[in-house]
């Protein structure tokens, strides 16, 4: 009995050490991919806006479809967000197959994650053909049902079960795959909508109340003239600064948390709204009420945005990520026609709104109100 005790623990310990010793290999399974192009970008943005309409229940088709570039850009497009990353894509008539190799941010020595899975064509939902993480060849049904119980476990209303089963087919020819979604509607009743809402919550992120909060106290600044509609953006800075500040918080982790949806609420402001809310959930009240868009930082209106919504995206998904996606949005102006080219001066706002809100979710309580009135 008290051998079979033994061998209990050491099953319960040992297991996953094992499976996590088993899970890296000293090297990439992929070879040092190129760098992300202009045209990458653009190729990527259009995939994600296709594959959003379906999400969103606004494509009654219901058909997203992709070919292996489209995918091979969208993964070039997450790797300049999360270092190091490689990956590749594979489509023919057996199905569509996805390489990607990852190491573990500020951890290398552990090695690379490589996984590699192939999905064959169905026309009764997600079939999942072959699954390998590292050293490990997986039991495919055994494993998606682990993942998808281990989603629904850490999300309120079962987001593993919730994708699993929206996926309705999966047609793959020479190069091209098409996916078939079952956006269970529109609005917030749409795939999208119910996947983002319970992702934010399972980050631990603000949520649409609080950040709506600070949205609507900074548009009632403007429209009583506390917060100006033209000259510097230095106010409306400051100002985000000052509510914090004057809030009154139990804790350090509460300040934290209110500072961030001080952050997101100025760049949905003096940013870009839609893609705030595209991440948080809405926030307008009045659509075409846009205070702060008459305002600049060293006389450019674009330096203002570059810089606001660098902080809030810092708040939202941490420095690299924000950075990174301040790259991609160069390479998108660079690659697309009419696009305004490549600037530097961007990516110096870019780092400048990151900084500012590393620096200020960092801040004490005492050290944030000395700091109000200071910026200009």
Not at 290 to 304: E, F, S
Request: glycine share 10%; net charge negative; aromatic share 4%.
């Amino acid at each position: 009995m008290r051998l079979v005790f033994v061998l209990i623990v050491l099953c319960l310990i040992g297991g996953p050490i094992a499976f996590a010793v088993a899970s890296f290999q000293p090297d990439p399974i992929l070879p040092a991919s190129a760098t992300l192009t202009p045209r990458q970008a653009v190729q990527s943005k259009a995939l994600i806006k296709r594959a959003r309409d379906v999400a969103d229940g606004t494509d009654p088709a219901g058909r997203s479809e992709a070919t292996a570039a489209e995918l091979d850009a969208l993964i070039a497009t997450a790797a300049r967000m999360v270092k190091p990353l490689l990956g590749e894509t594979e489509i023919d008539e057996t199905g569509l197959r996805v390489r990607i190799a990852a190491q573990v941010p500020g951890v290398p020595q552990l090695g690379w994650v490589n996984f590699d899975a192939t999905a064959a064509p169905s026309r009764d939902g997600l079939e999942v053909a072959s699954l390998r993480l590292g050293r490990m060849t997986l039991p495919t049904g055994m494993t998606v049902s682990v993942v998808t119980g281990a989603l629904n476990l850490v999300t309120p209303d079962d987001l593993g079960s919730l994708l699993l089963s929206s996926v309705s087919a999966l047609d793959t020819r020479d190069g091209v795959a098409v996916l078939t979604l079952d956006a269970g509607g529109s609005g917030d009743a749409s795939l999208l909508s119910q996947v983002k809402s319970q992702l934010r919550g399972a980050a631990g992120r603000p949520t649409t109340a609080e950040v709506k909060t600070h949205f609507a106290a900074m548009s009632s600044a403007a429209k009583d003239g506390t917060l100006p509609r033209t000259g510097s953006a230095a106010p409306w800075i400051s100002y985000a600064m000052e509510r914090v500040a004057l809030n009154a918080h139990q804790s350090a982790e509460e300040k934290e948390f209110d500072t961030r949806a001080a952050l997101i609420a100025l760049a949905a402001h003096c940013g870009d709204v839609a893609a705030i809310e595209l991440i948080v959930g809405k926030l307008q009240e009045e659509p075409g009420f846009k205070p702060c868009d008459g305002t600049h930082l060293a006389g450019r209106k674009d330096l203002r945005k570059h810089f606001t919504l660098s902080a809030g995206l810092q708040s939202i998904s941490g420095s690299a990520m924000s950075f990174g996606m301040g790259e991609v949005k160069e390479l998108l102006d660079t690659g697309r026609k009419g696009g305004s080219g490549f600037s530097f001066d961007d990516i110096a706002a870019d780092r400048a709104g990151i900084r500012y809100a590393e620096i200020f979710r960092a801040a004490t309580p005492e050290a944030v109100a000395a700091w109000v009135g200071q910026i200009s």
